[in-house]
């Protein structure tokens, strides 16, 4: 069945983010977005139409995230980035079964969809289980393999398992593509520069996205640095770009890091709190994106966040570009919207997610606007409603999501999960793994 969504306000998230008032967001049979525009230009519409107060705009994309780390949330807060992986995170993901990843994933897809992300990048294991979890929630995600050279883990075998399922299923499955396969080569510190290559190579034959952790702290890639010059050259240096590549936090790259990212067309994920919850840093997001470096936005895992709110992300993302530029205008709540919507899914190499535009998945969230954030009226100026949207209301008013025309979340609820049970499983499980 067809759908048509109406609303006092739709934002497309086009590259000049513009706000339509009075607008409609049409979904076609196959889940596609079929118009989007003032109601007075629509086309004819016969099936089904949901009169909606407030604001509409796309589905949010989360370009980096663990989010079976839920399981673990709380856990090492208060230490430095390299400790907390090898004395909290490793230890209990070592006692972690596939049931529990699965469960994990199914609250954290949960979660999400409630904070108005309808797609996720991972990099985890067993990906079979949490593609389970991502269809039964109804979101979607890129299930990035994770793949490290660590004692009991071995880096082709891993590899050549992400070969064999994409080679036998395609890079997407499930219901409206909900699911890609993509690899996931941990970092520069848990591979080789080898393995690196390879990895990359065997991704770019099959058009499948990489996903690798770059300079996130100023410890971790010593080595690497005194042998290369940095990571992003190693990889350049391996044949690891070229393909489509997401680059992980990439908190620390240099001037000619950038350049070498902007020619390879490498994605960037910035996760500003996760990096400032660890203390790695503040990256120069500013730089990277006048330097034409494609730029999203990330939570990371709910274990070093603590939250998978995208929204907070671009908050925050928006006010450590002014502050470390001292520069009130480097970066508009505009830009910031753009980041977590249009510019996630360009840096995972997506053009048929994040943003409202005819072709794309119809994935779409439902702000609810009766709140103090928007007391000044959706009537306001474009850049007061931005503004009071970034700013002010954030993910809180979330009411309303749709999946390839799916309705997925309403009155704030999955309609698909019980979420009280999933958060008891978790729970559960959370205990056995302290």
């Known amino acids: 069945m067809t759908l048509r969504l109406h609303a006092p306000v739709v934002l497309p998230c086009d590259p000049a983010c513009t ?36 604001i509409l705009m796309p589905g949010l994309v989360n370009a980096h995230a663990h989010t079976p780390m839920i399981l673990l949330r709380g856990m090492g807060g208060d230490l430095p980035l390299m400790r907390w992986l090898q004395e909290a995170m490793w230890p209990a993901e070592a006692k972690m079964t596939p049931a529990d990843m699965r469960s994990g994933m199914l609250l954290g897809a949960v979660e999400m969809l409630r904070n108005g992300v309808t797609t996720s990048a991972e990099m985890y294991f067993n990906g079979e289980q949490l593609a389970e979890a ?17 004692p009991g883990m071995d880096w082709r075998a891993q590899t050549d398992e992400v070969n064999r399922w994409i080679d036998a299923d395609g890079l997407r499955i499930g219901p409206h593509e909900r699911f890609e396969i993509s690899y996931g080569p941990h970092s520069a510190y848990t591979l080789s520069a080898d393995a690196l290559g390879v990895v990359g190579g065997e991704a770019r034959q099959r058009g499948a996205l990489v996903q690798v952790h770059v300079a996130e702290s100023t410890q971790e890639d010593v080595a690497q640095r005194e042998q290369y010059g940095s990571v992003p050259k190693l990889l350049e240096q391996v044949g ?47 730089y990277y994106l006048d330097n034409g470096v494609k730029v999203g936005l990330g939570t990371d895992g709910p274990a070093s966040n603590d939250d998978l709110d995208l929204m907070e992300e671009a908050r925050l993302a928006a006010l450590l570009a002014r502050v470390s530029g001292l520069d009130a ?34 994935d779409v969230v439902h702000v609810d606007v009766d709140d103090p954030a928007f007391a000044t009226g959706l009537d306001a100026p474009d850049e007061q409603v931005l503004a009071n949207l970034v700013w002010a209301s954030g993910t809180r008013r979330v009411s309303d999501v749709w999946v ?31």
């Open 329 to 362: 205008t480097a970066m508009r709540a505009a830009d910031a919207l753009l980041l977590a919507t249009r510019g996630s899914a360009d840096a995972l190499g997506r053009d048929d997610i994040g943003a409202l535009e005819a072709g794309r998945w119809g």
């Open 134 to 150: 991502v269809i039964e929630a109804g979101s979607r995600a890129l299930f990035g393999a994770a793949i490290m050279e660590l």
């Open 240 to 286: 690891a770009l070229g393909g489509r590549v997401l680059s992980a936090h990439s908190v620390h790259l240099s001037d000619e890091d950038v350049a070498i990212y902007a020619k390879h067309g490498v994605g960037v994920a910035h996760c500003p709190g996760s990096n400032m919850k660890l203390a790695s840093g503040v990256a120069r997001i500013r």
């Open 19 to 54: 706000v339509l008032r009075d607008a409609v967001v049409d979904v076609d049979e196959h889940g596609r977005i079929a118009f989007v525009g003032p109601r007075a230009d629509a086309p004819e519409h016969t099936g089904a139409t949901r009169e909606l107060t407030g």
């Open 404 to 434: 390839a025309g799916e309705q997925v979340v309403e009155a704030g609820e999955s309609t698909r999960v019980d979420r009280r049970e999933a958060q008891a499983e978790v729970a559960g499980i959370a205990a056995r793994l302290r």
